[in-house]
């Protein structure tokens, strides 16, 4: 016998829609504010499971695709990040091929990137999974996945994760501290959790050696640079490596979460909103000088 399907948290973020996807599934989104000619925010934490660690990949751009949009940012926490990175550049090249489409069809010139990109206005990638961190490719690393995979799974089986998220969310309001908890501590989402770092070492590396230049839209690049318990030198080494990717991209700009390790959404969300909400004026201002 099935059992009933529950969503835990229903309406406590706005309200509560659902996306098909290509391969049928259905996904469950939450949207706040007016529905149409809004400004726009995907956030992406993580992979959805379906289809290891770039499953969430196809997921966002489909959720993207079915609300429509005048300007949008893409935010993406820890392996989110190189999701809303990819994510990013499809929706660039959708734009750019319906303006080259359009073009062909009015006899006007349509290469003009920099206008071709309002489909995306900026990427803010928080504390993200960063390929030129050396220690991914350590073999302590690996070791230390594997591990956290079979913990993932035996702790939801033994009900032992539920209350460690709980913990982690401190600082949310209890109802969505409550509803993340029940949704993240199932026996499915331990499996996909664990589905997801089966790969995503050797996803890490492909990113090393496809290389990353993001073009025609802004990045904002936030890190937490306040080292965890016992994160000491693992802390240092990304802080070293968000360093060197703004360093290496002109279009990235670096911003330092000063009161956070990685769960910069937790402890320091306004660090997040601010970056969101800049992108979005400086797109405003670009296409109205007078707004201010």
């Known amino acids: 016998m099935r059992r009933p399907f529950v969503c835990p948290g229903v309406g406590l973020l706005g309200d509560d829609r659902f996306v098909p996807t290509r391969d049928g599934r259905w ?10 000619g809004a400004s726009g925010v995907s956030e992406a934490s993580s992979a959805s499971g379906a289809g290891g660690t770039w499953g ?23 392996w989110g990040g190189p999701i809303v990175r990819r994510a990013a550049q499809i929706l660039l090249d959708d734009a750019h091929a319906a303006a080259r489409s359009g073009s062909a069809g009015s006899g006007e010139r349509g290469d003009d990137a920099s206008r071709d990109d309002r489909g995306v206005t900026g990427v803010v990638l928080v504390d993200p999974t960063d390929e030129n961190a050396d220690l991914y490719f350590h073999r302590s690393t690996a070791v230390t996945m594997r591990l956290n995979r079979f913990l993932l799974v035996g702790m939801a089986r033994f009900g032992l994760l539920r209350p460690l998220l709980h913990r982690m969310g401190e600082g949310l309001p209890t ?22 770092l089966s790969g995503f070492l050797s996803d890490v590396r492909d990113l090393r050696e496809a290389g990353w230049q993001p073009q ?9 640079v306040r080292p965890g318990p016992r994160e000491g030198a693992t802390r240092d080494a ?9 360093r290496d991209n002109l279009r990235v700009e670096l911003v330092e979460a000063t009161a956070s390790s990685h769960l910069v959404p937790l402890t320091e969300p306004e660090v997040v909103v601010g970056q969101v909400r800049d992108l979005l004026g400086a797109a405003r201002r670009e296409e109205d000088p007078r707004e201010h």
């Open 216 to 224: 025609h839209v802004p990045v904002r690049l936030v890190s937490g």
């Open 175 to 196: 109802a969505v501290r409550d509803a993340a908890a029940q949704a993240g501590a199932t026996a499915e989402a331990a499996a996909a959790s664990a589905a997801e």
């Open 27 to 36: 996904l469950r989104t939450m949207v706040a504010g007016p529905a149409a």
């Open 56 to 78: 969430g990949l196809a997921d966002l751009v489909d959720v993207v695709r079915a609300f429509p949009h005048r300007r949008l940012v893409l935010v993406g926490h820890s």
């Open 238 to 246: 990304l802080i070293a490596a968000h360093r060197t990717t703004a």
